[in-house]
């Protein structure tokens, strides 16, 4: 009966998963001596009365193979969970650097995206004050014509005015 009552010593240097392991082939063991020891021999002091009731000897056996079956559970349980833990971690791992790495990338894409905007603002306003220049050099161009037709008319009206003075 010791071994059913075997702890999991929380305090040891082992791993859980390995003090899971431990503990797990203990209470299969445990489990194993407890059904031949229920068939050969009583299990403690108590239950060597004599004049035990039968009924009750059966439901503190049963009652202790319960313990020892959800105890198994908890244990099978919490090396299920460790397992998910270590898969769990071994994904961050792999993760971890993709996700710093795809964080630099955004940021100098960002960095660039930031680059062309002021670009596209530097030309943008470029091309605005050309096109304005382009509009007083296109109104200076016809003000000059004007000046052009102005001036040759006046040129031309001594000539017509001359035949007739002759």
């Not at 797990?24 to 004049?51: F, H, M, W, Y």
């Not at 792999?94 to 996700?99: E, G």
């Not at 030309?123 to 000059?144: C, N, Q, T, V």
Request: with cysteine.
């Amino acid at each position: 009966m010791e071994v059913l009552n075997r702890r999991v010593n929380v305090g040891s240097g082992k791993p859980w998963s390995s003090r899971c392991h431990t503990a797990i082939k203990g209470v299969a063991a445990a489990e194993t001596e407890t059904k031949s020891e229920t068939q050969t021999t009583p299990l403690c002091r108590r239950d060597r009365d004599p004049n035990i009731d039968p009924k009750r000897l059966k439901r503190i056996l049963a009652s202790r193979q319960y313990s020892q079956k959800y105890r198994i559970k908890q244990l099978q349980y919490i090396m299920q969970l460790e397992t998910e833990v270590k898969a769990l971690q071994a994904e961050v791992a792999i993760n971890s650097p993709r996700i710093e790495y795809s964080s630099c990338q955004n940021l100098l894409l960002r960095a660039e995206n930031n680059s062309m905007k002021q670009k596209l603002s530097a030309f943008s306003s470029e091309i605005m004050f050309k096109e304005a220049h382009y509009e007083e050099l296109k109104k200076e161009r016809d003000l000059l014509k004007q000046f052009l037709e102005v001036y040759q008319q006046q040129q031309q009206l001594p000539k017509m005015l001359k035949p007739w003075e002759s």
